[in-house]
């Protein structure tokens, strides 16, 4: 499978600052959605966003979706240390679940 | 949410020998599930699809023979990794869809399961 490509591939961040990170994917698709990893564990689903949307928040995240560049931003504001974690988009083309991922981004904020 | 749970979490097998995981959705149906694995620091690279009473579509570069799966129900998908090796110590990590109709929207995020981590000696 083809991976999308996330920069930066870490970040490191002073609580309180916001965290951008950007992913780039290859084919069209019906949605994209990001996921936090903290470290050995699972996945923890963020947000999804259809490829007819252009923005979606939840919270303190925001999410935005440029198909014509096939790109995503995902923007975390007022960081936490608890929001030190490897963070990954991946991408649904046929809308069944299959997600194709990208590097991640690993995210480390200092209180 | 819908649930997957996977099982075990853990496992440290001795080379040569075939391990096991399973993957259950609790309170939906999934025709379809997917197999994922992740190295250390590396990102998730999805190795098959899951295809209830049917074949798995296994992506390019995985070996079928070595990583079997079964999707023997609506609700259970396993994964056998056969003559396990030092090389094929990961985290694997399951996910699934609800089935259409059954949530009513399409456009869903995929569950995950929490993930094994499997350690050969």
């Known amino acids: 499978s083809q991976q999308g490509e996330e920069d930066p591939q870490a970040l490191s961040i002073q609580e309180g600052e916001n965290a951008t990170m950007n992913c780039s994917y290859k084919t069209s698709i019906n949605n994209l959605q990001w996921y936090r990893q903290n470290s050995g564990r699972g996945l923890v689903h963020l947000i999804l966003?259809?490829?007819?949307?252009r923005e979606k928040h939840s919270g303190r995240l925001r999410v935005t979706l440029d198909t014509s560049k096939k790109s995503s931003s995902l923007l975390i504001t007022a960081s936490r240390a608890a929001d030190t974690a490897s963070y990954f988009c991946?991408?649904?083309?046929?809308?069944?679940?299959?997600?194709?991922f990208g590097q991640g981004t690993t995210l480390q904020v200092k209180p | 949410g819908a649930v997957v749970s996977q099982h075990p979490s853990r496992v440290i097998c001795k080379s040569g020998t075939s391990v096991k995981i399973e993957c259950r959705s609790l309170?939906?149906?999934?025709?379809?599930m997917f197999w994922y694995r992740q190295f250390p620091k590396q990102s998730l690279m999805l190795m098959a699809t899951s295809n209830e009473g049917s074949k798995a579509t296994y992506e390019q570069g995985v070996e079928k023979d070595k990583f079997l799966i079964n999707h023997a129900s609506l609700t259970l998908s396993t994964l056998t990794v056969t003559s396990a090796h030092p090389e094929d110590s990961s985290f694997y990590i399951c996910s699934a869809q609800p089935r259409a109709g059954v949530w009513g929207n399409m456009n869903t995020e995929a569950f995950f399961g929490q993930g094994t981590r499997l350690t050969v000696v």
């Open positions: 966003i259809r490829s007819n949307e």
């Open positions: 991946a991408t649904d083309a046929s809308n069944t679940g299959k997600l194709i």
């Open positions: 309170d939906f149906q999934a025709t379809t």
